[in-house]
């Protein structure tokens, strides 16, 4: 990895959602996803004007070439990305996993409301130490996750072990514009706007004050794709979606 890389890295596992000082990020991503499950959903298509259904489905199109019968996805919170999994490519099976119960019970509701609980399957647990054996999915994907991890590389070296040869990881994160005029909006918008409209519906100011904070200091570009290829991974790629504010990431195992 090179410089800029470990120092990305290093910045966005000191971003917390809370501060709170001896209390592990992991821990606190949890309790933020815990509050704020009921209102995740309404948040997210506020926050992105409903760009975020289309990010998920470019997303996808990316592992139709490599059909993948079992999918992995990490951070799966409430279950959007493994149901638009599902419907686009039908896999065999799907398996869900993240840290937060409360976003687990939202995913777990949908799935039941259309009859989908064999084949999408969810389990509380952490990206650090995933419970599953080596080379057991076809593919990996994560939806707006990778900023939360603890420890980025350790991530990313778990989803690789869980690749089979030949599999493909697929992340899509948020990420900040490059262009001068649109940052100034995006910042007015996700710095002052988010926050305030998060207060409202969620109760939780914390959490929507974190949002912008993670995108900003999370590694993007080619510093994320190093984080992949020291991974294992390789044919590394990223796309830059609706003015640089969103970005799929993806790697072959």
């Not at 690789?160 to 493909?168: I, K, Y």
Request: a neutral charge; hydrophobic letters at 40%.
């Amino acid at each position: 990895m090179n410089g800029n890389s470990v120092e990305n890295g290093s910045k966005v596992e000191q971003v917390t959602p809370y501060g709170t000082s001896g209390t592990a990020k992991t821990e606190q991503v949890r309790q933020m996803f815990d509050a704020i499950a009921p209102a995740y959903d309404f948040m997210n298509r506020a926050m992105t004007l409903g760009i975020d259904i289309w990010w998920r489905r470019l997303a996808v199109k990316r592992l139709k070439r490599i059909r993948p019968a079992h999918i992995l996805d990490v951070a799966t919170g409430t279950g959007d990305f493994a149901i638009q999994l599902q419907q686009s490519l039908h896999p065999e099976h799907i398996t869900g996993i993240d840290l937060s119960q409360g976003m687990l019970d939202e995913a777990c509701r949908k799935v039941e409301q259309r009859g989908l609980e064999q084949v999408i399957t969810f389990e509380q647990g952490d990206c650090m130490a995933l419970p599953m054996a080596d080379g057991a999915f076809d593919a990996v994907t994560v939806a707006f996750g990778v900023r939360n991890f603890e420890h980025l590389q350790q991530g990313y070296r778990e989803m690789a072990r869980v690749l089979r040869p030949g599999g493909m990881l697929c992340v899509l994160e948020l990420s900040t514009p490059t262009n001068p005029l649109i940052r100034w909006f995006y910042d007015l918008y996700t710095l002052h706007i988010i926050p305030w409209i998060g207060s409202i519906k969620s109760g939780d100011k914390s959490a929507y004050r974190y949002l912008p904070t993670s995108i900003a200091a999370v590694p993007q570009g080619d510093d994320m794709l190093q984080l992949m290829r020291n991974a294992g991974l390789s044919k590394t790629a990223f796309k830059r979606l609706t003015l640089g504010t969103c970005t799929i990431y993806t790697a072959v195992k």
